[in-house]
C-alpha cells in the first residue's frame, strides 16, 4: 500500500491528474521524482534482488530509478549475465525484460522521434538538443541509445561511471579532458563552461530526460491491452524493387501481448509474391518485435520492428535481415475493416500522352468494376477494368495535354491521395542511396551488403532538379557498374573492394581480411562510385548517375546481440 501511494504522489506530482491539490514546493517535486518506480514482479525480485535490494516499499536499486526501451533493457541484463555474472536463464531473461519494458519502459511520445534506432536503420541524423553533451555521447554509439533511457540524476551519473569504469577509453575520449567545454558547441564563443564535461552531461539529461514524466505518467494510465487480431493491409517498399502491397494476418497467441502472424505480399513491379509466417510480442502495449520467415527459408527470419499506433488501426516501421540488419523493407500496415480501402498504385508516375496499365492494390474491394468505378482525374481515360485476386488494373490513357502533377486514385468512390504522378518527361535518374555503405566478409566476419536503386525524377512545378519538389517517377532499370573513386594515387579499390550486379544493383564486397595480392598485404576495403546508365524512352544517350560506395572492414566487437524479437 505504502509503495503504491508513492508511486501515485509521484505521478501526481510530476504533473498528472490532481496535481494541483498537492504542494508543489521543489523539494517535495524532486524527491517524487526520485522516489523510483516499485518493482512488483517476483521474478524480477528473486532474479536480481540478490545485488539489486528491494527496500520495504519494493523499490530495487538501480532498476527502480531508470526506463529503457526492450532494447536497452536487454542489453542491460545481457551484461549482468555477461560481466556480472547474475544467473539467468534465457527464458527468464526474456519474462524480466518483457516486464521491465511494460513497467520501466518508454511512452510512445518518447520512442517515437528515434524509432530509427530500434528499426536499425542506417541514416543520417543529428540530435537537435546540446551539441556539447550530443558529440559526447555519440563517438561510440549513436545518441539515440542515450534517448533510449529516462533516470534518475544519480542513475545518470551511475551509467556515467558504468562507462568510466568498463570502457576506459571513454577517459581518453571527450568524457573527461580536464578543461571543460572550451569550445562549447552550444555557447557563445566568449564564454567558457567550467564544468567537467561528464558533469555538465548528467545535469544536462537529469534535466531533459528524467525518470518521470507526464507523457510516461499519462500512457501508464491510459494503455490497454494490445488486441491486435485481425487482417491488416501491408504497404511495402523494397528497396530494388519498389512498392509492395498485401496482407498481415494477425491471430492472439497463446500468451497475453504474443501473436502468429501470417503475411502475404506482390511485388507490383515484378508480380513476384512473398508468403510468411511469424510471431511477435508487444512490449509497453505499443512496440512490436517479431520475426517472421519465408515459407521456404524457415532458418532465415526477418525481424519485424513496428509502433503500433496508439487507435490499434495503424502500425509502421522496418523488417530486416542480414548480418548488420542492412537488408530491409519500409512497411506500414492499416487495420482492415469491413469496408474497401485503396492503397496504392503499382507505379509511380504515367506519362503525358502515353497509354499504360495501372495496377491498384486494395483490400475489400468490389469483385467486379467498370471503367467508370476507377477515375485518375482529369485527362486520364480509363477504358478497361479487371480485378483478379483483389488486384484490379485499369488499362488507361493519358491526354497529351493533361496536367502534369500528382493524382489521387480513386476506385468505387474509395480515394487514395497522390498515389501517382503525371509527367511530362524523364529530367534525371539518381542513385540511392547516395552514401552506401558495405563490409568486407565472408572469411571470418559475414559481409555486409548494400542494395541501391536507380529513381528517374521529373523536375517538378519549379523546373529545377534536385529540389525539394521533384517527382519521382519510379525505379528504371539502369545497368550497372563501378568506377575508380580516386581517393589516393594509384588507386586500386576497383579490383579489390567488391562487385555490383550490373542487372540488380545488388553490392557484393570482397572477403575481409589482408589479401596478400594486394600492395601491402592490405584488406579489401575502400571507396567506388557506383554508376547507373539508363536510357529513357525515346533519348538517343543514356543517363549516367553515380552514388559512392565505402566498403568498410567488418565489425570485429558486437556488443548486443538481438533476442527481444524472440
Ligand atoms: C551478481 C550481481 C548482480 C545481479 C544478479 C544483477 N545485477 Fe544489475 N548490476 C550489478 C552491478 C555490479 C552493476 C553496476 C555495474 C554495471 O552497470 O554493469 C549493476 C547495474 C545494473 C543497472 C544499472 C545499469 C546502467 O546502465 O547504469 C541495472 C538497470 C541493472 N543492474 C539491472 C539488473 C537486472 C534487471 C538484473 C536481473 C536480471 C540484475 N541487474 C542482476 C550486479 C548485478
Ligand atoms: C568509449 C565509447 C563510449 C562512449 C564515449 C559512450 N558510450 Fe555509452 N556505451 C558504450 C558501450 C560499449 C555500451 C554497451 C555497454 C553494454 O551493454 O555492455 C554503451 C551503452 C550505453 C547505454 C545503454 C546502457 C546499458 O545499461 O546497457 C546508454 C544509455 C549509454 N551508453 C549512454 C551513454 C552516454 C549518456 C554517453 C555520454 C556521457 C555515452 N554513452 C558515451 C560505449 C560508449
Not at 225 to 244: C, D, F, H, Q, S
Not at 283 to 302: I, L, N, S, V
Not at 374 to 397: D, Q, Y
Request: proline share 6%; net charge neutral; charged share 25%.
Amino acid at each position: 500500500m505504502a509503495a503504491c501511494t508513492a508511486w501515485i504522489r509521484a505521478l501526481v506530482l510530476a504533473g498528472g491528474i490532481g496535481a494541483a491539490l498537492l504542494p508543489s514546493s521543489a523539494f517535495a517535486q524532486a524527491v517524487a521524482a526520485d522516489a523510483g518506480i516499485p518493482i512488483e514482479s517476483d521474478l524480477v525480485k528473486s532474479k536480481c534482488g540478490g545485488c539489486h535490494k528491494p527496500d520495504a516499499n519494493n523499490r530495487m536499486t538501480r532498476i527502480s530509478y531508470r526506463r529503457a526501451s526492450p532494447e536497452n533493457w536487454e542489453r542491460t541484463i545481457e551484461r549482468m549475465v555477461t560481466i556480472n555474472k547474475a544467473a539467468v536463464s534465457a527464458a527468464d531473461a526474456r519474462a524480466i525484460v518483457k516486464y521491465l519494458a511494460d513497467h520501466n519502459g518508454l511512452a510512445p511520445s518518447e520512442a517515437r522521434p528515434i524509432a530509427f534506432e530500434f528499426e536499425r536503420r542506417l541514416i543520417e541524423w543529428t540530435y537537435d538538443g546540446d551539441k556539447d553533451v550530443a558529440t559526447l555521447c555519440s563517438g561510440c554509439h549513436a545518441f539515440s541509445r542515450v534517448m533510449s533511457e529516462r533516470r534518475t540524476k544519480d542513475e545518470w551519473a551511475g551509467l556515467v561511471s558504468m562507462h568510466r569504469g568498463y570502457y576506459p577509453l571513454t577517459d581518453n575520449q571527450p568524457i573527461l579532458n580536464g578543461s571543460g567545454f572550451r569550445r562549447s558547441r552550444s555557447l557563445p564563443p566568449e564564454e567558457t563552461d567550467k564544468r567537467q564535461p561528464m558533469e555538465k552531461a548528467i545535469d544536462y539529461f537529469a534535466k531533459t530526460f528524467p525518470l518521470v514524466t507526464a507523457d510516461w505518467t499519462e500512457w501508464t494510465s491510459a494503455v490497454t491491452p494490445a488486441n491486435l487480431g485481425g487482417r491488416w493491409a501491408v504497404t511495402a517498399n523494397i528497396p530494388g524493387k519498389g512498392p509492395a502491397y498485401g496482407e498481415m494476418t494477425v491471430t492472439a497467441d497463446a500468451s497475453p501481448d504474443t501473436f502468429v502472424t501470417k503475411t502475404t505480399m506482390t511485388v507490383a513491379k515484378t508480380g513476384e509474391t512473398v508468403s510468411r509466417t511469424g510471431k511477435a510480442l508487444i512490449y509497453t502495449g505499443y512496440q512490436w518485435r517479431g520475426r517472421g520467415a519465408d515459407a521456404g527459408k524457415p532458418d532465415e527470419p526477418w525481424r519485424e520492428v513496428m509502433f503500433v499506433e496508439r487507435d490499434r488501426t495503424e502500425m509502421w516501421g522496418r523488417w530486416f535481415t542480414g548480418a548488420y540488419d542492412e537488408i530491409g523493407i519500409d512497411v506500414k500496415l492499416a487495420k482492415i475493416s469491413g469496408s474497401p480501402m485503396v492503397l496504392g498504385a503499382g507505379q509511380l508516375a504515367l506519362k503525358r500522352g502515353g497509354s499504360a496499365s495501372v495496377t491498384i492494390f486494395g483490400a475489400n474491394l468490389p469483385a467486379t468494376l467498370a471503367p467508370g468505378d476507377v477515375s485518375l482525374g482529369a485527362g486520364i481515360t480509363v477504358s478497361g477494368v479487371a480485378v483478379a485476386n483483389g488486384v484490379v488494373t485499369a488499362r488507361v490513357a493519358v491526354a497529351a495535354d493533361a496536367k502534369a502533377g500528382p493524382r489521387d486514385v480513386v476506385v468505387a468512390g474509395v480515394v487514395k491521395p497522390s498515389s501517382l504522378v503525371v509527367y511530362d518527361k524523364v529530367d534525371g535518374v539518381r542513385v540511392l542511396p547516395r552514401a552506401g555503405l558495405a563490409r568486407t566478409g565472408g572469411a571470418v566476419f559475414p559481409k555486409g551488403f548494400q542494395q541501391f536503386e536507380a529513381m528517374a525524377f521529373a523536375n517538378g512545378p519549379d523546373g529545377k532538379p534536385n529540389t525539394r519538389d521533384d517527382w519521382p517517377l519510379g525505379l528504371v532499370d539502369a545497368k550497372w557498374g563501378v568506377e575508380e573513386y580516386s581517393a589516393t594515387f594509384n588507386d586500386d579499390d576497383l579490383k579489390y573492394v567488391g562487385t555490383i550486379d550490373a542487372k540488380t544493383g545488388f553490392f557484393t564486397p570482397a572477403l575481409d581480411g589482408p589479401n596478400p595480392a594486394r600492395s601491402g598485404n592490405r584488406n579489401n576495403i575502400g571507396d567506388l562510385w557506383i554508376t547507373a546508365d539508363y536510357t529513357p524512352e525515346g533519348a538517343a544517350e543514356p543517363i549516367r548517375a553515380r552514388a559512392q560506395i565505402v566498403v568498410a572492414p567488418p565489425v570485429y566487437m558486437r556488443w548486443m546481440a538481438s533476442e527481444v524479437g524472440k
